[in-house]
């Protein structure tokens, strides 16, 4: 039997998002994000309060990046959203991270961080906090690949678990997808 819990954010697996923008004199900024999605083939949605530093670079910049956490630096990743912008001055510096500016639009990707979505501006919502980016590159460091493909298990992305907080590493693989299914077909 389930138990009811009402109204809940609770989704699993919920990527740990690290936006990165930069601000008016291009010093490197970035946050960790909970809550975003990719929303069509080519767009990544977000959302992001309006308070935060990131809101303002990303309405002043047009751009940013999505990289995602992983178990080598979780610690940065998560001092980056423990610790605001607004106040901290240069805080990817003081996490250790290392900010390169990405060669497709004005935000820096870490270089620490396997993979980055290099996202242009499509719209920005004040009501309900969503910022939309256009993708116009997908970033993989090399070590991060197995056949010329990204490769999870190599990167080790790491979840928020909005129940326990907590951040849990992705797990095994459990199966083929779009195959593992197909036996009940007959």
Known sequence: MKRNFGVKNWMFPMPVLMIGTYDEDGTANMMNAAWGGITL??????????????????????????????????????????????????????????????????????????????????????????????????????????DGKPDAAKMKPICFDTCQHVYRLMGDTVAKAFSCGKKLRE
């Open 41 to 146: 083939e080519d767009q990544i949605t977000i959302c992001i309060d309006n308070t935060h530093k990131t809101w303002a670079n990303i309405a002043a910049q047009k751009a940013f990046t999505v990289a995602f956490g992983t178990a080598d630096t979780v610690e940065a990743c998560d001092y980056l959203g423990i610790v605001s912008g607004n106040q901290v001055a240069d805080k990817v510096t003081k996490s250790g991270l290392t900010a390169v500016k990405s060669d497709f639009v004005n935000a820096p990707v870490m270089a620490e961080l396997p993979l980055a979505l290099e996202c242009e501006l499509v719209s920005m919502n004040e009501e309900n906090c969503n910022v939309v980016g256009r993708i116009l590159n997908c970033a993989v460091e090399e070590s991060a690949l197995t």
